[in-house]
């Protein structure tokens, strides 16, 4: 199986997403955390709705991150997700695109960001093939230590679900996740992640990772 195609296509749509709503809604935008929102209008949402699609990226690890509500004049009331620490976006609109913002975008981000505690993944719930695992917590480490590849030469996959108490960047109902029933290899949205052979094989178990 080979996921060159669905990276091509996820970044046309980024560029032909980007350039149809160029235009920040007349309300602004909010950016939440743990802590609180702040309010984005103006030039400063004009800015961030231009940059925040500058180039398409691999998926981040699990990482701190932030919920930017766009209101449904704009966007269809799109929720857009920023993981500081990875400097990346994702948004969502029928699959997860993920993308570096313009440097002006990030500036608007990190000053409505200041001060604010940012909202942490915590796995309540994750399931490999259909079958619960245990210690689900323990499976944010599975996007650690890989290497992203240009494809993957195996047929049989297992279906891995994440969930958690708050809607995140990889929980929510657009994130997909599969591993390959034999090797090391996890698609992660459209992107192949090599990752180690025994923390796949503890998935495929169902197995607590290191």
Do not use: N
């Amino acid at each position: 199986m080979t996921r060159l195609l669905g990276a091509a296509l996820v970044a046309a749509a980024l560029a032909a997403v980007g350039g149809a709503q160029a235009k920040a809604p007349p309300g602004g935008i909010d950016l939440c955390g743990a802590s609180g929102c702040s309010h984005i209008a103006g030039l400063e949402a004009e800015k961030l709705v231009t940059g925040w699609s500058a180039s398409s990226a691999h998926p981040a690890a699990p990482a701190p991150f932030f919920v930017l509500h766009v209101p449904a004049t704009a966007t269809g009331g799109e929720i857009v997700f920023w993981v500081p620490a990875a400097k990346l976006v994702r948004r969502g609109g029928g699959f997860a695109a993920w993308s570096h913002p313009a440097a002006e975008a990030e500036a608007v981000l990190e000053q409505a960001a200041a001060g604010l505690e940012p909202l942490r993944l915590e796995l309540t719930r994750v399931t490999v093939g259909g079958r619960p695992v245990r210690a689900p917590a323990t499976y944010v480490r599975l996007f650690r230590r890989g290497r992203w590849m240009p494809g993957s030469s195996a047929t049989h996959w297992l279906r891995v679900r994440l969930e958690s108490a708050v809607p995140s960047p990889w929980t929510d109902d657009v994130a997909e996740y599969l591993l390959s029933r034999r090797g090391r290899d996890l698609v992660v949205d459209v992107d192949v992640l090599r990752i180690p052979a025994a923390v796949a094989q503890r998935a495929r178990l169902g197995l607590p990772l290191p």
